[in-house]
């Protein structure tokens, strides 16, 4: 892929990756983008989740959802010199599968694919707090053989965090929510 404008002088990016693996393997990864190249250089990698498949890093926190059927949402604290992931604390998420989060503020929003309900953790001081509100969708889709049950896929809130915008593959539906900053 080629650009119109130059790369020359943008400096390097850091991306931070999340993939399926076991606990036991790396499955969070720190790569730098060099955009005068286009080259990814692996920085760091770190184990300890199983199937880390989205991340969400804001200042000095890394938030990981473990995409298991007893889903969870790990929090940690980012050093980057040198680059080093240091666990905090991890929460349930009351659903099985968990595939996406969304920060907003000092609230986590989890979709929890597998069972097709959303949870609200509170983002703490020493990492992330227990569920505060949970959402669970009922219904189908029309495609019988992927949309039996509910599937949410993704959460967003609004700019102004007053709503809460969730996108669910199983009942074909993007269901808002108002959301109450104070409480969660």
């Known amino acids: 892929m080629s650009g119109t404008r ?3 002088g943008y400096e390097p990016v850091t991306l931070f ?3 399926y693996a076991e606990a036991d393997e790396p499955g969070i990864h720190i790569v730098s983008f060099a955009p005068a190249s286009t080259a990814l250089e692996p920085v760091a990698a770190f184990s300890g989740v199983t199937n880390p ?3 969400a890093v804001r200042g000095d926190r890394l938030i990981a959802v473990s995409e298991t059927g007893s889903g969870a949402v790990h929090a940690f604290s980012l050093r980057r010199d040198p680059m080093r992931l240091d666990p905090l604390s991890l929460a349930g998420t009351r659903g ?3 595939c996406h989060l969304a920060w907003f503020d000092r609230w986590i929003a989890v979709s929890n694919y597998g069972t097709g309900n959303v949870v609200v953790v509170p983002v703490t001081a020493d990492g992330v707090g227990e569920v505060v509100s949970e959402v669970q969708h009922q219904g189908s889709g029309p495609n019988r053989l992927r949309q039996e049950g509910p599937h949410a896929h993704s959460a967003v809130f609004s700019p102004d965090g007053r709503f809460l915008l969730v996108a669910d593959l199983g009942i074909d539906r993007v269901v808002v929510y108002e959301f109450n900053q104070d409480s969660g």
Request: proline share 8%; net charge negative.
């Open 17 to 19: 990756v999340g993939s």
């Open 53 to 55: 498949s989205f991340l």
């Open 96 to 98: 099985d599968y968990p």
């Open 6 to 8: 130059s790369d020359a």
